[in-house]
Structures are given as structure tokens and as C-alpha cells.
């Protein structure tokens, strides 16, 4: 995170948020040394992979930003496709990936309890035994649906249903 979208994430001013980054480089010296070498290494190969080999090839003017961001991103990537396959081989079959989580359609607790504890080993396995945590964002009963309480969403949602009833694929009636 650079100040600008630090600063805007806290809702303070960009000299603060850069005097957090310079404190933070300055406390956690290695971290930041260590981020640059993989960085210049992968300027030198043309390439920079993740725990598990899958590659980024890098182009003559790469952005700086992809390069220090590519372990984070693809190792967290990384994670979700090992889970996801696990699952797959102890029969619960995810129904759909979402940025860095899975949506599981599951038959009890159990399961939840399973696909928790394989996405915990996976977690575990990528990032060579550090502790991964799982949260469960939503469970959702009955067949109930989720519902996202964004405003924008909602209106999303709305606009969605009204097309869908507006060209008959929908009866009329009331939004569900």
C-alpha cells in the first residue's frame, strides 16, 4: 500500500501515512530489503513464481507495484486452487470462487467444519507452515439467498430483477 491509499484508508492526512511507511521501514528494515532483493531478482530473470512454481512472466517495463504484490496475491491464489481441489477429492465441491474465498453449498456442519480444516492445511502448506485463518462470512439456511446490504448493491440487484420481469424471464411482481 503506497500513502495515497494509506492515507485514504485511516482518512488522514498523506503526511501521515507516509511517516507510518517510513516508520514501518525503518522498524521492519529486513522485510523491506528482503521485498526489494525479490523484486530486483525478478527484474534480472524475467520471471517471478509462486510457492507451487505457477509463474509471472514480466514484461521489458513492468509495473513495480505487480512485482512487490505478485508473492501476496499469487501465493494467496495459490491457496484457494489447493483448497478448492481438496475439497474436490472429500466431496465438497465448491460452487463458485469469489476473489479470496470459496462459496461451499454443503449438507451440515460437518462439511463446514471439513472444508475449513482443508483450507487451514492448505494455507499451511503454501505458506511453508505459518497459520492461515478462516472465517466463515455467512451461513445461509433454507435456501436462503445471499444478500448483500450494500446500497449500490441492493439498487444492483433491483435493476436486475426489474429487467429480467421486464423481458419475461421473470413473472411480475415483487423483487424477491
Not at 495459490?78 to 483448497?83: G, I, K, S
Not at 477429492?89 to 462459496?103: F, K, N, R, S, Y
Not at 482443508?118 to 505458506?127: D, K, L, Q, T, Y
Amino acid at each position: 500500500m503506497g500513502v495515497p491509499s494509506l492515507s485514504k484508508g485511516l482518512g488522514r492526512h498523506p503526511l501521515i501515512g507516509s511517516i507510518i511507511i517510513e516508520l514501518h521501514k525503518r522498524r521492519y528494515s529486513r522485510f523491506w530489503q528482503y521485498r526489494a532483493d525479490r523484486v530486483n531478482q525478478a527484474m534480472l530473470d524475467r520471471r517471478i513464481e509462486t510457492q507451487f512454481s505457477w509463474p509471472l512472466r514480466i514484461s521489458t517495463s513492468p509495473n513495480e507495484r505487480t512485482l512487490f504484490n505478485f508473492p501476496m496475491q499469487g501465493n494467496g491464489a495459490e491457496m484457494l486452487r489447493l483448497a478448492a481441489w481438496r475439497m474436490c477429492e472429500a466431496g465438497i465441491v465448491p460452487c463458485m470462487l469469489i476473489h479470496d474465498g470459496l462459496l461451499l453449498e454443503v449438507d451440515d456442519e460437518e462439511q463446514i467444519r471439513q472444508a475449513i480444516d482443508i483450507m487451514r492445511a492448505a494455507g499451511r502448506e503454501v505458506c511453508d507452515g505459518f497459520k492461515i485463518g478462516v472465517d466463515v462470512d455467512q451461513k445461509l439456511l433454507n435456501g436462503a439467498r445471499y444478500r448483500d446490504k450494500r446500497p449500490v448493491a441492493q439498487k444492483m440487484w433491483e435493476t436486475m430483477m426489474t429487467t429480467l420481469q421486464e423481458v419475461g424471464a421473470l413473472p411480475k411482481g415483487p423483487i424477491p
